[in-house]
């Protein structure tokens, strides 16, 4: 299962994603951090701190951030670990990594969720931070989740969810779609990062409904699978190895 459907004005064939995805991500790099702070109203670090507590992250615990970009999830689970010794980060973007690599000193991997370089139930707890949408299956992605956590290790996956209701719907069109690529080119003067921003907005759009994403993390054999939503939009879903 696809999380969206191809992008036909982005790249011709699914086989062709992950270049592009991994093209986008390597030129946005050195924008990102700035980008979605002032996005996310400065916002960004303690609700990832937040949800990280919420969900159990413990200090001892050995984490898996996959799709880590430049760290923004893994720099405040270190708080919560005290140290970024047990932290695992994971992203196919080599410009992701050097940027993540420059504020942490966990231990680095350059690899796809769908088909991870690492040993089997090796993790407590495993992390995704707004990158579900890149992926090139579901169930691929998730039998490597599966595959990665210890017995009783846990899943958290944060997401961005377009909003149901007409006016939500419409706010949240204008200002992903429309005022925050814009914003992006106005204040970095830099194409790629708004062309990052924009594609950021198509995959939201395109991206298969919740329970779809629910579906699969069932049929992968996790347990507790659950979805919490916070402001309506913002989506975690949680799930438990058994
Ligand atoms: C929007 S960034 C999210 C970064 C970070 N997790 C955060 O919370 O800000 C998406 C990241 O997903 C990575 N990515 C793209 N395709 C991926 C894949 N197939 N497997 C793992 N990561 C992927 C990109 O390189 C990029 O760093």
Redesign the pocket.
Known sequence: MLPHPTLADRYATAEAK?AF??RL?DHGAKHYDTV?DWGFLRTGASY?LWTLRQHGLRPKDHLLD?????G??ALEAAKILETADHITC????AG?LAVARTKLSAHFVQG???AMPLADNTFDFLTM???LR???SLEDTFCEFHRVLKPGGKLLI?EITKPTGRISAFLFRLYFGRIYPFLTWVFTRSNEARDMMRY?WETMDACVPPATVLAALHLTGLSAVKRKVVLGLFSEYTAVKI
């Open positions: 992950p995805v991994n991500f979605v990832r996959v799709a880590c970009g430049t923004l999830v994971l992203d196919p973007s992701m796809r969720a769908e931070g707004y990158a890149h992926v090139t944060l950021y």
